[in-house]
């Protein structure tokens, strides 16, 4: 198994630009979720994943879309890139019901400039 | 929400040494409370877990308590090792959530051998 992958690894953007990450999980997990990691602010959560064709926000949303049109995948959507989106990105997945543990991807580091 | 504090920021031992860090919770609804591990440039990886119906659990060097009526839990490493230097972070869930993690700030701790 290869667990939770995410692509790109790293990547760097101008402002304006646009980009999609993505994140695949091959553990048939019901949960996914999206988080940033910032120095010193621990990881929030963007926007989460309860099923297939669900999605809903988080702590920060703002500047992000998301779409789970099939189970294992996850995408995570910046339409019109900022400097303040320079971040590493992190995607999660739980089985859910009640089982949380979290298994995390390798992250994403994308640097706006 | 849900507001997750984590003490201390940075948390430097000699080898051998015990080392805690310690967090607090806001919403006495929370009852999952897990503490993952960050070697840098890599993923977080969970390390031990606890719930509310438990008030301590051990997995060889590692423990974790929660004190529910003070809302604080602590995560404490029994002789240290240099491979145990890492970002120590913790975090808080609640049954209503669908398992999502609010995180504390992080503690980088430094194992001097």
């Known amino acids: 198994n290869a667990g939770v992958t995410q692509t790109p690894k790293f990547r760097v953007l101008k402002t304006g630009q646009s980009m999609t990450l993505l994140c695949a999980q091959d553990m048939n997990h019901e949960y996914m979720y999206w988080y940033r990691q910032d120095p010193g602010m621990g990881l929030r959560l963007i926007h989460y994943?309860?099923?297939?064709?669900?999605?809903a926000k988080g702590e920060v949303p703002d500047g992000y879309n998301v779409s789970r049109l099939k189970k294992q995948n996850f995408l995570l959507g910046l339409e019109s890139a900022a400097p303040s989106q320079t971040s590493v990105y992190f995607c999660a997945s739980s089985y859910g019901q009640g089982y949380y543990e979290q298994f995390f991807g390798p992250g994403t580091r994308l640097t706006v400039l | 929400g849900e507001n997750v504090e984590q003490h201390p920021s940075t948390l430097s031992v000699q080898e051998g040494d015990s080392a805690v860090i310690k967090c607090t919770y806001s919403?006495?609804?929370?009852?999952?409370f897990p503490w993952y591990k960050q070697e840098l440039g890599k993923r977080p990886q969970l390390i031990i877990d606890?719930?509310?119906?438990?008030g301590e659990k051990k997995d060889q060097r590692i423990a974790v308590t929660l004190n529910k009526t003070a809302k604080h839990f602590s995560l404490h490493i029994t002789e240290t090792q240099p491979e145990d230097s890492a970002v120590y972070f913790c975090?808080?869930?609640?049954?209503?959530?669908?398992?999502?993690?609010?995180f504390g700030q992080g503690t980088i701790l430094t194992v001097h051998p």
């Open positions: 975090a808080a869930s609640k049954p209503t959530s669908y398992g999502k993690l609010t």
């Open positions: 994943s309860v099923g297939e064709g669900t999605t």
């Open positions: 606890i719930r509310s119906n438990v």
């Open positions: 919403d006495s609804a929370s009852n999952y």
